[in-house]
């Protein structure tokens, strides 16, 4: 092996370790590039993160990680849904009258104010809205209230 020989080996090799850099830069801007696009829409942010990483290689690569928005798109997303249910599920919750406690559904009374929320069904025992003057579920006339609203048949 001459030393001509040498020196085209060596320059062969430079060359293979550049284009294998080269295509790993290029990976890197690809990767940032792919990345910020799932999450952001903002094109001058995606550009920008681009060139970071186009500008400053793996340094850049870094800093990208460092800053990029911590969600994805979908994630935010996902986690917007959530959020969105947790909240209607608390709307939903029927509130005491008396207190503004938060009641269920299946409640009788207040636990805090002992306030009145439903009733029960003197023949089947369901529960009733206070405003109902007949159990929806078996039939029954609910005793008191068609007195109190004068409706009676039997009082007339
Ligand atoms: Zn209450
Ligand atoms: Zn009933």
Redesign the pocket.
């Known amino acids: 092996m001459n030393l001509s020989s040498a020196t085209t080996a060596f320059q062969y090799l430079t060359a293979l370790f550049g284009a294998f850099l080269a295509a790993l830069w290029l990976s890197l801007i690809f990767w940032t590039y792919r990345d910020i696009r799932s999450r952001t829409h903002d094109t001058l942010v995606q550009i920008l993160a681009g060139l970071t990483t186009g500008v400053m290689g793996p340094f850049g690569l870094l800093i990208y990680l460092v800053l990029r928005p911590s969600q994805t798109i979908d994630q935010a997303y996902q986690h917007t849904l959530e959020e969105e249910a947790l909240l209607t599920e608390i709307e939903d919750q029927p509130i005491?009258?008396?207190?503004?406690?938060r009641?269920r559904a299946d409640w009788q009374l207040?636990?805090?104010?002992?306030?009145h929320l439903r009733k029960g069904c003197e023949n089947c025992g369901r529960l009733l809205e206070l405003s109902w003057q007949i159990c929806p579920f078996c039939g029954t006339p609910v005793p008191g209230v068609r007195a109190e609203l004068g409706l009676d048949p039997g009082a007339s």
């Open positions: 005491c009258p008396g207190c503004g406690n009641t207040c636990p805090n104010c002992h306030t």
